[in-house]
């Protein structure tokens, strides 16, 4: 029988706040909110593919961002957790697809370009990290264990305010949206 990490006492942190907060940096992108499983927080769909959480549909094709936390490790031990963590990634599905294989698998591709000029920027941890065959692509990640619970709202908007910052300064989130957008348009018009 498969164990299941129990998720942590910290599952009611709060993520009323996030949608706001990211929503500016996340222009065009739609919302999807997230309370189940080991995810707490709101995807940011694009608006050419799956109206779907990526999380609860494993078909068809998906593309944007999450930000919010990591509340259990399961389906995320490749990233090695310490929940309850503050969780933003980009994700594409499916994985090894057409969009995919453009967008991440080749050398000089839009998320590999991106993440080496993230990484260019960023000196000091949580660095980006990328994990080609994962739903979350590029991911930033941090835990929150040694922060006092009073501080996880105010600590938590200092690391998405300064990653959704750098996928805005990047243009990531603009050539996503701009990506899919032709993607999606051509699959119209061969379908």
């Known amino acids: 029988m498969k ?3 129990a998720t942590t006492s910290h599952s009611t942190i709060s993520i009323a706040w996030i949608r706001p907060l990211a929503e500016p940096y996340l222009r065009g992108y739609r919302t999807v ?3 189940r499983g080991s995810l707490r927080g709101y995807w940011f ?4 593919f799956s109206r779907t959480a990526p999380g609860r549909q494993r078909s068809g094709t998906a593309l944007g961002f999450f930000v919010g936390y990591l509340v259990a490790a399961d389906d995320f031990a490749f990233l090695a957790p310490e929940p309850p963590e503050c969780l933003a990634f980009v994700y594409l599905r499916p994985l090894g697809g057409s969009l995919h294989r453009r967008l991440v698998r080749r050398p000089q591709s839009l998320l590999r370009r991106t993440f080496d000029y993230i990484r260019w920027l960023t000196h000091r941890p949580p660095r980006f990290a990328i994990y080609p065959n994962q739903l979350p692509v590029m991911v ?5 264990r040694g922060w006092p619970r009073a501080k996880y ?3 938590s908007r200092n690391f998405f305010i300064e990653t959704l ?3 805005v300064r990047s243009g990531l989130v603009e050539r996503l949206l701009a990506e899919g957008s ?3 348009a051509r699959a ?4």
Do not use: K, N
């Open 3 to 5: 164990r299941r990490s």
């Open 33 to 35: 909110a997230e309370r």
């Open 45 to 48: 769909l694009h608006p050419g």
């Open 140 to 144: 930033r990640h941090f835990s929150m």
């Open 153 to 155: 709202e105010h600590f």
């Open 165 to 167: 910052a750098w996928l």
């Open 182 to 184: 032709r993607t999606a």
């Open 188 to 191: 119209r018009l061969a379908g």
